[in-house]
């Protein structure tokens, strides 16, 4: 059984541009949660996908975005980057018939640094 | 009353110890409550989660006791070992699956 994967594994980009990250869910698994993790610190939610559309969303402003597809992969683009923004992005993944009983699993991970 | 508070943020214990690691939370809707490990460079990985049907739940070394008057649950590793020096995170989560997580707690195990 394949777990959660994401892409890339490290970028770097600088302030003002945009980037996508990409997560590719566990097989028999049909939910997508971001999160983001900053130095230091506990994840954060950013936002949820569920049959291709935001199924919830944390404090982030909009040009945190996303996109689900019918296989369930995922993908999260952030516009106008932030040196703040700077983070390790974790993707998660929900059991299908697990939505809104908590279970998530996660993926490894993209590290970005914003320049 | 969405946060969950952890502590200690940093802990030592000796080989064959005990590693206890605490948290409380405030919002009564939770009803579910994992605890994740995660190892530097590496995502959280599922470790043991408890829901509030139940006061204790154990699977291996890892134990999670559970007191849901106080508010409080705890994460109690038995027997703890090098290979089990990572940081552990508590969380909580109602049927939103928003996962709330506490701050950390950085376990180091000496031989």
């Known amino acids: 059984e394949t777990g959660v994967t994401q892409s890339p594994t490290h970028l770097i980009k600088t302030r003002g541009q945009q980037v996508t990250l990409r997560c590719s869910s566990q097989s028999g698994h049909n939910t997508v949660s971001w999160y983001q993790q900053a130095l230091g610190q506990g994840p954060q939610f950013i936002f949820q996908y569920y049959r291709e559309e935001e199924n919830g969303r944390g404090n982030f402003p909009p040009r945190f975005s996303g996109l689900q597809f019918p296989n369930y992969s995922s993908e999260l683009n952030v516009n106008a980057l932030e040196l703040d923004d700077s983070a390790l992005y974790l993707c998660?993944?929900?059991?299908?018939?697990?939505?809104?009983?908590?279970?998530?699993?996660f993926g490894p991970g993209t590290r970005l640094t914003v320049t | 009353q969405q946060q969950v508070k952890q502590s200690p943020q940093s802990l030592i214990v000796q080989k064959g110890g005990i590693s206890i690691i605490n948290c409380a939370y405030e919002n009564t809707a939770f009803d579910y409550f994992p605890w994740y490990q995660q190892f530097p460079g590496k995502g959280p990985a599922l470790l043991i989660a408890i829901r509030p049907d139940v006061s204790e739940k154990k699977e291996g070394r890892f134990t999670i006791s559970f007191n849901k008057s106080a508010k409080q649950f705890s994460l109690h590793i038995m027997d703890s070992q090098p290979g089990d020096s990572a940081t552990y995170f508590c969380?909580?989560?109602?049927?939103?699956?928003?996962?709330?997580f506490g701050t950390g707690t950085r376990l180091q195990v000496f031989p």
């Open positions: 998660a993944s929900t059991p299908k018939g697990r939505l809104g009983k908590g279970e998530q699993y």
């Open positions: 969380a909580a989560t109602d049927n939103t699956d928003k996962l709330i």
